[in-house]
């Protein structure tokens, strides 16, 4: 039905109550859990599978074309007419964390399925092909690696991966089989083949809801850094020791603990966080002789990360050194910031704006599964308004069906329209 326009489009979808079939789907597929009080389903449990089988018969039953592959991406293409189209590619993941919520990962899947279904019902064929992914595994639970599912189709899938294993000591190459490991490469998709990433997620904070806006355009990923910090002092009887004689790790640990909190208040997207604070073998009564704690450091241009982690290093070497204590800093893990394109954020922002709201921008402060595709494709991200004070990994994690529906009409104006440009 080419010859309709994005505006007919818009109204044959004024009747489709999009948020509420969201939130029921949601609903249905939190019944796949590895837990009985609460929604866990890591990576290729049989809570895992079984999540994915059910959203396989879902994409079939919007008409898509679907397969599961190697690393358990759950892929549902609606072609274009032209075979030799790109595809572009909208999704998230269905894994989760350790009694999660209901909608993170899960709520930009269940979009892209209910907004493509919707096109194929009223016969609307686009330039490009639509695949529908939704992604194994984002969070890194199982295997203390994020992003295997991504990873795979954006060509960033490390081999040596399949060497791991999890607290029960499988190894990821046994979990999913020798056909499925070696295949996991071919899975990569070249930058010739993409039109585009779009991904809708829950915002996992409290922004939208203090602004009172139903969604949000995503301006660009926060770049991070993340450090393992050993203090080392010397353990001593907490009544014995004179207090200007010590040399307390845990002390140090607190100062620097409020030295990142000083240093991350001074730039509008810097945020600095010690989430693992721990005395080994500590006791009431002994002065910790050695402290570890975590730094993760984030913001929305690589510059003023890094900025922010000398200074914090830097304070890092002074205190230890004034309270007579080492420190042995490790570097974990450091991610590029990845900015959304402009072409796609004008996208969302004119979609947005036709259903009169104002279009308003945030840096997402979280990783997703959109950063693995910077540098091969264009992305473009849609935040949806978290309730409950905007507490996401948790039980607790909300989402509204209004709020549902008015990102599945912003997803549907951006696809139409992205089409008709092509």
């Known amino acids: ?121 009223v016969g609307w064929r686009l330039p490009f092909h639509i695949d529908v992914v939704a992604f194994s595994e984002e969070e890194g639970i199982r295997f203390s690696v994020p992003y295997l599912g991504s990873g795979a189709i954006t060509g960033n899938f490390d081999e040596a991966t399949l060497q791991r294993r999890d607290a029960n000591g499988i190894r990821l190459a046994d979990l999913i089989g020798d056909n499925s490991a070696s295949a996991i490469p071919g899975l990569a998709r070249p930058a010739s083949t993409l039109r585009g990433y779009l991904e809708v997620h829950i915002e996992q904070g409290p922004v939208l809801l203090q602004r009172d806006f139903p969604v949000a355009i995503v301006s ?60 080994p073998h500590g006791a009431i009564n002994v002065i910790p002789g050695r402290c570890e704690l975590s730094l993760d450091v984030r913001a929305a241009d690589d510059s003023t990360r890094d900025a922010a982690v000398a200074d914090i290093l830097g304070a890092v070497e002074k205190i230890t050194k004034c309270r007579g204590v080492t420190a042995d800093v490790k570097e974990i893990a450091r991610y590029p910031a990845v900015p959304c394109a402009q072409s796609l954020q004008s996208c969302f922002a004119k979609a947005i704006a036709k259903i009169g709201i104002e279009p308003f921008y945030l840096v997402s402060g979280a990783g997703h599964d959109a950063g693995m595709f910077a540098g091969l494709t264009e992305i473009g991200m849609l935040f949806v308004r978290c309730g409950n004070g905007g507490v996401s990994h948790s039980p607790l994690e909300t989402v509204t069906e209004d709020d549902a529906d008015v990102a599945a009409r912003v997803l549907l104006d951006v696809l139409v329209n992205l089409g008709q440009s092509s």
């Not at 690393?71 to 999704?91: C, F, H, K, T």
């Not at 993941?93 to 009694?99: A, F, I, L, M, Q």
């Not at 080392?232 to 030295?259: C, E, F, Q, S």
């Open 1 to 121: 039905m080419r010859g309709q326009s994005n505006t007919e489009i818009g109204r044959s979808a004024q009747d489709v109550k999009f948020g509420a079939r969201i939130l029921d789907m949601a609903r249905r597929l939190a019944q796949y859990s590895e837990s009985a009080d609460g929604l866990t389903c890591t990576f290729f449990s049989p809570a895992h599978k079984a999540a994915a089988l059910q959203l396989c018969e879902w994409m079939r039953s919007a008409g898509l074309r679907v397969e599961i592959d190697a690393i358990g991406n759950v892929v549902g293409r609606y072609p274009s007419p032209a075979s030799e189209a790109q595809a572009l590619i909208v999704g998230s993941h269905y894994d989760t964390v350790t009694n999660a919520g209901l909608f993170d990962g899960r709520l930009g899947i269940l979009t892209a399925l209910v907004v493509t279904e919707h096109l194929r019902c």
């Open 220 to 279: 660009s990923i926060a770049g991070s850094a993340r450090f393992s910090i050993s203090i080392n002092g010397v353990a001593g009887h907490a009544g014995t020791v004179p207090m200007m004689l010590r040399r307390d790790a845990a002390a140090a640990a607190a100062k620097i603990v409020l030295a990142v909190e000083r240093r991350c208040v001074e730039a509008p997207t810097l945020v600095g966080t010690v989430g693992q604070l721990v005395v």
